[in-house]
């Protein structure tokens, strides 16, 4: 399996055909003003993402994710969300640049090995749940020379080679198994899923959990969801995850409505092994997570579409 990849084509097949276009992520009550003014306006540009012809507005991606995640539990459905960033990104074109806030792999060698399970896992989720892909035009500047409006390219076109891939291995984006990133944060960090999860089972899986945080957190928002905690490994979920899979799950109360998972790259196996044993809900939490147990400085600081007016 190569990890080299020409990303563009993908992005022509996309945005071009009417499927997606770029436009911007506009969510009813969330507020990123105090983002960009820490980091710069060139945050800004990441407000910028692609959108399907039949889900045009921001808050129609949450709309989705509270049906989708909502259904999940009541009916027992294996429902995984997963997100995808440089770490990612890195990580399927086969770089140790993967290893940022966490260690990710410990060698190329580590990452070959794994990618023939991630893909049958990628390929799992664009089935049965939602691909969450951070795509903008920052990420893609190798792409307009097909999409003249994009801005000055960067160098960076680490979205449009991870779009290749998932093309490359049998992975389509769809207008059902699409979501925007960030609209997976600003769900996650609403009243309204917090009110979904009331009195629910929620299990967490992360190598940090505070459930006193996590209790307060939700109880700010009037829910008291009850709690299981599955601590994991910090580091090489994404390259070691078959070794420890069994034990992992084994800990996961059989009776829990859904999973919130921190764990890197490794977020897609481990999300997607607990849909497919449990029949339920699994969602990369990442940042969301953080904010949850508190820890916010383990994303090395505030995120986008996390802050509700």
Excluded at 230 to 238: E, Y
Aim: glycine share 8%.
């Amino acid at each position: 399996m190569r990890f080299r990849n020409e990303g563009e084509g993908s992005l022509d097949s996309l945005i071009p055909n009417g499927e997606f276009r770029f436009g911007k992520l506009e969510i009813k009550g969330i507020d990123n003003s105090r983002i960009i003014e820490l980091f710069g306006p060139v945050m800004s540009e990441q407000e910028t993402c692609i959108l399907h012809k039949n889900l045009p507005r921001g808050d129609d991606y949450v709309e989705m994710l509270h049906l989708r995640i909502s259904a999940g539990m009541r009916e027992r459905k294996g429902t995984p969300i997963v997100r995808f960033a440089d770490g990612e990104y890195a990580f399927y074109d086969g770089s140790l640049k993967c290893n940022g806030l966490y260690r990710q792999a410990e060698s190329v060698e580590a990452i070959r090995a794994a990618l023939p399970a991630h893909v049958k896992d990628l390929r799992y989720v664009a089935e049965r749940g939602m691909l969450a892909p951070l795509v903008f035009p920052g990420n893609v500047s190798r792409a307009k020379r097909s999409f003249p409006f994009l801005r000055k390219p960067s160098g960076d076109d680490s979205a449009a080679r991870f779009l290749g891939f998932l093309s490359r291995n049998g992975v389509e984006l769809t207008g059902s198994n699409y979501v925007p990133f960030y609209a997976v944060y600003a769900y996650l960090t609403s009243e309204r899923f917090a009110r979904e999860v009331d009195g629910r089972n929620v299990c967490i899986l992360n190598s940090d959990i505070d459930r006193g945080a996590c209790e307060r957190w939700f109880e700010r928002l009037a829910s008291r969801p009850e709690f299981a905690e599955v601590r994991i490994p910090a580091s090489f979920v994404a390259t070691r995850w078959a070794s420890m899979e069994e034990e992992i799950l084994d800990r996961v109360p059989g009776d829990a409505d859904l999973c919130l998972v921190g764990a890197g790259v490794g977020a897609l196996p481990v999300c997607a092994a607990l849909s497919r044993r449990f029949s339920i809900p699994s969602l990369d939490a990442g940042h969301a997570l953080n904010l949850m147990n508190d820890m916010e400085n383990k994303s090395a600081g505030p995120r986008l579409y996390t802050i509700h007016k």
